[in-house]
């Protein structure tokens, strides 16, 4: 079927959506521009049978859904309407929430319904729930909706708030005033709840001494006791700063300057800002009794010879403390014996989208901070690469992007969840890319298929990274019965009777690479082309980073983009590829 997607931007839902429907054997386009003289040129030129909006924030214009069935995609239950339905649905306690499909008319949210889906909610934030459950669910309503609208028989139901299954109703706008927080009366769920509800955006508005920040990223702990007033900064660690509660503490992970004349005007780890803000004189956190109970965003769990570790950094980027406590933490699991598999299992919403680009834009000296951090990096995904005597799986089971997205193929294994889009590229961020890409991409994929992976800057969704090589098993996209199902892969693994050959065999291969060339080698060499970019003050690299953590939009590199999607076909395995001598046991074997 010839689909046109239109959204407001290529994020998570739209490559998901996308990839599917080119799976599915689909002719889709994309447009993402949000001119309307775009738009027209869009539909009136590809004629599409279906128009589907994944992610669109403003309204179709007249002459398109007039000409054009456009289905839309909405976070909310069967009647929500309204721009913020997750921060009601979160804010108003909502056991259980939805997605709704409703096709475009003359009124916002108001048209036919063409399906529906809802899902129990987590306490978590709303952009959490948006990448899980809403997109999971946005996917089976619009293969759905397909199916139904080339059967040609179906009619969608008119929104009908007489129904007694319509429960959602229109809601406005969520402004600050309703999600500000009252430090003296709230308690530490209220203030989660609040946080919860804005985050990713737009954060709730509050203040460090005299400075506005938004707030992002908030864990409670009501099993501190203390005299503080509540509101005020107790202590910090790990990047976070903890802000007495009524009840307890709360934990507070990022911040953003609400003046947009800021030197940073964009989200950083929330200590880091307030270093900025505030002097010391006026920056004296440090109860270490509360210190030592920080939230840590790396956690291992060990179960029957299994470390699972947790590495939960905020959007999944990680800036060079992060990785440097990640190396030691991985070093420790290494050095144990009781240890004979490691998963690696990212964070709950990323795996891991590489360095952390906010930060080195905040740094005083990006250049030099660009530096230190793809040095940092590279050395985790050596010390993973290095893992004598212990299998290592990629417990694959969030998006991961650039040099987050080359991470897991230092592992042994990589276990990808269903639904998973993986950017294994870094042109779209002006850089050739490092941690160790050459050497890992290649061996997994073939030099052809790694060449066109980081040429064409196309999502790869779990199920391609399966057939092309980058990933070895796909599981069930349930969040449960992925944890069941990595754990028992795992398990079988530790217990595996030829485990120590396993090993054997794997030390022998990273031996045999490593005679072949160094792994030195592959870094120093993609080392020299970082480093002539990011001492180019010219470079696109700076001003692409710089456009990126101020979200300024980049319309010819969009339009550039949506070009380039137009051609993007299903991924193929392209060549034979190479079988990894270092992996304990060739677990796919990719075809012509
Ligand atoms: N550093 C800092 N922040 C990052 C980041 C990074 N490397 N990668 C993503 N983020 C942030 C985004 O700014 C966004 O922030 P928000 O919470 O304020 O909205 C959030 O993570 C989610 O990213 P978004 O781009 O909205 O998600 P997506 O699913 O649409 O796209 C990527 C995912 C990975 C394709 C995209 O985020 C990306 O290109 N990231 C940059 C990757 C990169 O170049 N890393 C450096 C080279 S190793």
Redesign the pocket.
């Known amino acids: 079927m010839k689909i046109l997607l239109l959204a407001s931007?290529?994020?998570?839902?739209?490559?998901r959506v996308h990839r599917e429907l080119v799976i599915d054997g689909h002719d889709v386009e994309i447009e993402l521009s949000r001119r309307k003289e775009d738009m027209l040129r869009s539909a009136f030129r590809f004629r599409p049978e279906l128009i589907i909006c994944p992610y669109l924030k403003y309204r179709i214009p007249d002459e398109i859904w007039r000409q054009f069935t456009c289905l839309i995609v909405h976070p909310g239950i069967e009647g929500d309407r309204g721009p913020s339905s997750l921060d009601w649905a979160i804010t108003d306690e909502s056991p259980d929430w939805g997605v709704t499909l409703l096709q475009a008319n003359e009124e916002m949210d108001a048209g036919d319904i063409w399906g529906t889906s809802a899902f129990p909610m987590r306490n978590v934030s709303k952009?959490s729930i948006y990448?899980r459950e809403v997109i999971q669910a946005a996917v089976k309503l619009i293969k759905a909706a397909i199916n139904d609208f080339a059967g040609r028989g179906f009619r969608p139901r008119p929104l009908d708030y007489s129904s007694p299954r319509v429960r959602g109703r229109l809601l406005p706008l969520m402004n600050q005033e309703r999600r500000a927080i009252d430090w003296d009366s709230d308690g530490c769920a209220d203030i989660v709840r609040k946080i919860n509800a804005a985050?990713?955006?737009p954060g709730v508005a509050d203040s460090i001494g005299s400075h506005e920040v938004f707030l992002?990223g908030a864990v409670s702990d009501t099993g501190i006791e203390h005299d503080q007033t509540p509101g005020e900064l107790v202590a910090c660690s790990h990047g976070a700063i903890c802000r007495a509660a009524r009840d307890g503490v709360v934990w507070i992970r990022q911040m953003?300057p609400i003046d947009r004349d800021s030197p940073y005007p964009?989200?950083l780890p929330a200590e880091d800002l307030t270093r900025h803000l505030l002097s010391d004189s006026d920056f004296r956190a440090g109860r270490p009794e509360i210190s030592s109970r920080a939230y840590r965003e790396i956690r291992v769990a060990t179960k029957s010879g299994v470390a699972y570790v947790d590495f939960d950094f905020?959007?999944?980027?990680?800036n060079t403390d992060q990785c440097k406590r990640l190396k030691k933490c991985l070093e420790e699991v290494h050095a144990r014996e009781d240890v004979r598999v490691v998963a690696l299992m990212g964070g709950s919403d990323?795996w891991s989208?590489?360095?952390?680009?906010?930060?080195?834009e905040a740094a005083r000296d990006p250049a030099r901070e660009s530096w230190l951090n793809?040095n940092a990096?590279n050395d985790v995904v050596r010390q993973i690469i290095t893992m004598a005597g212990k299998v290592t799986v990629a417990a694959l089971r969030n998006?991961?992007?650039?040099?987050?997205?080359i991470m897991p193929l230092a592992c042994d294994r990589v276990f990808i969840r269903e639904g998973v889009?993986l950017?294994p590229h870094?042109r779209?961020?002006g850089?050739y890319?490092?941690?160790y890409w050459t050497y890992l991409l290649p061996r997994r994929v073939g030099r052809k298929m790694a060449q066109r992976l980081t040429r064409e800057c196309a999502?790869l969704l779990a199920s391609e990274a399966l057939d092309i090589g980058v990933a070895d098993t796909l599981a069930s996209e349930d969040w449960r019965d992925y944890h069941h199902e990595l754990q028992s892969y795992c398990e079988s693994l530790a217990r595996d009777r030829q485990f120590s050959k396993l090993v054997a065999r794997k030390d022998q291969g990273l031996a045999q690479d490593e005679r072949a060339r160094p792994l030195e080698e592959y870094r120093q060499d993609e080392l020299v082309r970082m480093k002539e970019t990011f001492d180019d003050p010219e470079s696109s690299y700076h001003s692409l980073r710089y456009q990126?953590?101020r979200?300024i939009p980049l319309p010819t590199k969009d339009e550039a983009k949506s070009r380039a999607l137009r051609t993007v076909k299903k991924q193929v395995p392209a060549e034979t590829t190479r079988t990894n001598s270092s992996r304990p046991e060739v677990a796919y074997e990719a075809s012509e």
């Open positions: 931007a290529y994020n998570g839902m739209c490559q952009a990448r985050d990713s955006f992002y953003k964009f989200k905020y959007n999944g980027a990680m990323f989208n590489g360095i952390h680009l906010n930060c080195i793809i990096i998006n991961a992007g650039a040099g987050g997205a889009v950017n870094y779209n961020m850089l890319g490092s941690e999502p990126f953590v979200k």
